[in-house]
């Protein structure tokens, strides 16, 4: 899963989105949780190879784009369709994110 910071956003997720959704984890090394979160995109990533993308972005490097998408827990998920949030969420389990995917993709 590649891993997004500040100076990258606007290219791996925002342009990145008009082609195929882009799922955001906002997580922290230290956090269980976070890494919890990761492992489970992780395994999940497999299963809309082509599309959609999973990236990561640290909480703490980041918190510029954190705050600026309502990010205050982790781990916590942002999902962007067309160069926009289309839904956000938190929580240790990202089994959201795979229903909030078939939602958008084509089956």
Not at 3 to 22: E, G, L, M, T
Not at 27 to 55: D, I, N
Request: hydrophobic fraction near 40%; proline fraction near 5%.
């Amino acid at each position: 899963m590649k891993i997004v910071n500040d100076a990258s956003f606007q290219s791996d997720v925002i342009d990145a989105s008009q082609s195929k959704p882009v799922v955001v984890c906002f997580a922290a090394e230290w956090s269980h949780p976070s890494q919890c979160a990761v492992a489970s995109l992780e395994k999940m990533e497999s299963s809309y190879a082509g599309r959609a993308t999973f990236v990561t972005m640290d909480f703490d490097e980041n918190e510029g784009t954190a705050a600026k998408y309502g990010v205050s827990v982790m781990p916590a998920f942002v999902l962007f369709a067309n160069s926009q949030p289309s839904s956000e969420w938190s929580g240790r389990y990202a089994d959201q994110i795979q229903e909030k995917l078939d939602q958008l993709l084509p089956h």
